[in-house]
């Protein structure tokens, strides 16, 4: 059983920077699909961004495309999403997530497991 973590979360205001990161345990990143999502107060969750299992592969939803970027540690076990240029827009609790077979990766219907989520919040 995967158990995800994040961390990293905070305030942020327009234009700056913030990293996410997410630690697992009880199994390796590198037998999993993980994503993140993100989900605004009164908004279903969305998808923001995703790494195959060989990490050689990650695609981002087009509204943090050239802004974020997801990279993973196999020698700690952790994923990473780098925020830069953050809006406003950017405000949401951000959610790692993993699946070892997931259909479509942006639908998080299809995740097993899941970080407790991190609060990040964009101040104009």
């Known amino acids: 059983q995967v158990q995800l973590v994040e961390s990293g979360g905070g305030l942020v205001q327009a234009g700056g920077s913030l990293r996410l990161s997410c630690a697992a345990s009880?199994?390796?990143?590198?037998?999993?699909?993980t994503a993140w999502f993100r989900q605004a107060p009164g908004k279903e969750r969305e998808f923001v961004s995703v790494i195959k299992w060989s990490a050689t592969r990650t695609y981002y939803a087009d509204s943090v495309k050239g802004r974020f970027t997801f990279s993973r540690d196999n020698a700690k076990n952790a994923v990473y999403l780098q925020m830069n240029s953050v809006k406003p827009e950017d405000t949401a609790v951000y959610y790692c997530?993993?699946?070892?077979?997931?259909?479509?990766?942006?639908?998080?219907?299809?995740?097993?497991?899941w970080g407790q989520g991190t609060q990040v919040t964009v101040s104009s």
């Open positions: 997530a993993a699946d070892r077979n997931p259909r479509y990766y942006t639908d998080p219907v299809e995740y097993d497991y």
């Open positions: 009880g199994g390796s990143f590198g037998s999993y699909v």
